[in-house]
């Protein structure tokens, strides 16, 4: 089977068969790059998806049944170091991901394919995400500003009418998000599980659901990986041994969720609660209590979407 490295960029695809050097224009349809790969019996491809700028890639292996390896964008610098420190470019980094194609890739290679819901959804976080940092920006601006005796009354009060504005756009992305799911009825079901889930509201579950759908089949260990909530460790001989921590490589808005959740979820979930306690009994700082009730609330919730059942309370055990 013949691999190909591709770079993405917004122009170009830089591609490397293992023999040559070629670039095709990142053009509707790939009609260059599609002549090339149809060369070749049985291909997989090797690339790091780039938001928008792949889509194109990803829509023609998904068409044509053409298996990929899509590789983390942070794993490439490091794929550059072992090749002896070589400068980033384009051709270099094609070469890159050709060779980790060739010596793992393959064993790595999935069938792409599209869930337009899932889509639609990330497309409202966006528009969520994007609002709710500029209403934030806003409110910190009014707040500084509301200090200085210089400032007029009546231009505080515009940032306030922005700011309400910004919230209201913030609703209206969540409840566009909301009806897109109540449209399809396996991921109404699923969503109104997740919100069955002590701690998890609306804006949690949409964003789990959007993870869970996108990445079907995972396991458990899997799913904390994809949202960054890993444990990763420093030690190297006797001399070397940093403290562990998350390796933050996954899905930030996913982390970011699960952790403003849990100063829900460790009052009123009892799983969740009884981690946190019981490291703060320990006396571990709050961060680190906090990462654990989050990948637990994140384990429930994933065994809730798998079981297809709402959440059901742990019975107390008496005395």
């Known amino acids: 089977m013949q691999c190909i490295g591709v770079d993405i960029s917004k122009q170009e695809l830089v591609v490397f068969d293992g023999r040559k050097e070629r670039v095709f224009p990142n053009a509707r349809g790939l009609p260059a790059f599609r002549r090339f790969v149809g060369q070749f019996e ?18 023609f292996c998904r068409t044509k049944q053409i298996p990929c390896c899509q590789l983390n964008p942070r794993v490439v610098p490091h794929l550059r170091q072992v090749g002896k420190g070589r400068s980033k470019t384009d051709s270099t980094d094609a070469e890159l991901l050709y060779r980790y194609g060739i010596e793992r890739g393959y064993t790595e290679t999935t069938q792409l394919t599209r869930d337009v819901l899932v889509e639609s959804i990330q ?30 009354t009546a231009f505080l009060e515009e940032l306030v009418v922005e700011i309400d504005a910004m919230r209201a756009k913030e609703s209206l992305q969540l409840q566009q998000a909301e009806r ?12 109104e599980n997740l919100l069955s889930v002590p701690g998890i509201g609306p804006i949690t579950a949409v964003t789990l659901l959007m993870i869970f759908r996108k990445y079907p089949g995972t396991n458990r260990n899997r799913i904390i990986a994809l949202a960054g909530l890993d444990p ?5 001989g006797t001399s070397v041994h940093r403290k562990s921590r998350i390796s933050k490589r996954g899905h930030s808005e996913v982390r970011r969720r699960l952790f403003e959740a849990t100063l829900s979820a460790a009052r009123c979930n009892p799983g969740v609660r009884s981690i946190y306690r019981r490291l703060k009994e320990q006396g571990k700082p709050d961060k680190v209590a906090r990462i654990a009730a989050a990948r637990k609330l994140l384990l429930i919730a994933h065994a809730i979407y798998k079981r297809g059942e709402p959440y059901e309370a742990p019975i107390q055990k008496e005395g």
């Open 123 to 152: 497309a409202r976080l966006a528009i969520y995400r994007m609002t709710q940092k500029a209403r934030v920006g806003l409110q910190n601006m009014r707040e500084a500003l509301s200090h200085d005796p210089e400032i007029p």
């Open 232 to 236: 990763v460790q420093f030690q190297s």
């Open 180 to 191: 897109l799911i109540g449209d399809c009825e396996d991921a109404r079901r699923s969503f």
């Open 42 to 59: 049985k291909a997989f491809i090797v690339f790091e998806p780039t938001s928008t700028y792949s889509r194109r890639l990803e829509t």
